[in-house]
């Protein structure tokens, strides 16, 4: 449960803490992992779009400055500053949600359901079935 929670504040150090720390129950190392990888994606997901972002103001910044700022415009920079935030905010929300929705399963001695980050962690870790005979702790 705690890794699940720190990655809401300490998204990458957190769950990877918990790993390290708390190597001795493979429940407990399998939702770290899952934490971490999870983290991982959601970061991999917001670089890329914070890159494709910066692109696109770069480029109309640059195509901008060609013709002299004639015909400059600000709207469309606010328009997409607040796309921008409110998709960033939605990631928030979701990574969120999702965190919290993991740390309450992992309390309660559940497995995580199937998904991208389970069946990486599946093939790191192996199956969940496997360790299904130990008590979580």
């Known amino acids: 449960m ?3 929670g720190s990655g809401i ?10 790993f390290i720390l708390q190597s001795k129950s493979r429940f407990v190392r ?3 992992l899952h934490a971490f990888i999870g983290t991982l ?5 917001l670089f890329i779009f914070g890159a494709i972002s910066i692109t696109i103001t770069v480029i109309g910044l640059y195509n901008q400055y060609q013709r002299n700022f004639e015909n400059f415009e ?3 920079i606010m328009l997409k500053s607040v796309i921008t ?3 960033l905010g939605l990631i928030a929300l979701a990574n969120l949600t ?6 309450l399963s992992a309390n309660g001695g559940h497995w995580p359901m199937k998904g991208m980050t389970t069946s990486i962690v599946n093939r790191i870790l192996g199956k969940p079935s496997q360790f ?4 979580p702790s």
């Not at 504040?9 to 918990?18: H, K, Q, T, W, Y």
């Not at 994606?41 to 997901?45: D, E, K, S, T």
């Open 9 to 18: 504040f300490f998204p990458v150090l957190g769950p990877l803490a918990v």
């Open 2 to 4: 705690l890794a699940h």
């Open 85 to 87: 935030w409110a998709i």
């Open 74 to 76: 600000w709207w469309p």
């Open 132 to 135: 299904s005979a130990e008590a």
């Open 98 to 103: 999702m965190n919290v929705s993991q740390a």
């Open 41 to 45: 994606v959601l970061n991999l997901f």
């Open 30 to 32: 399998y939702h770290a």
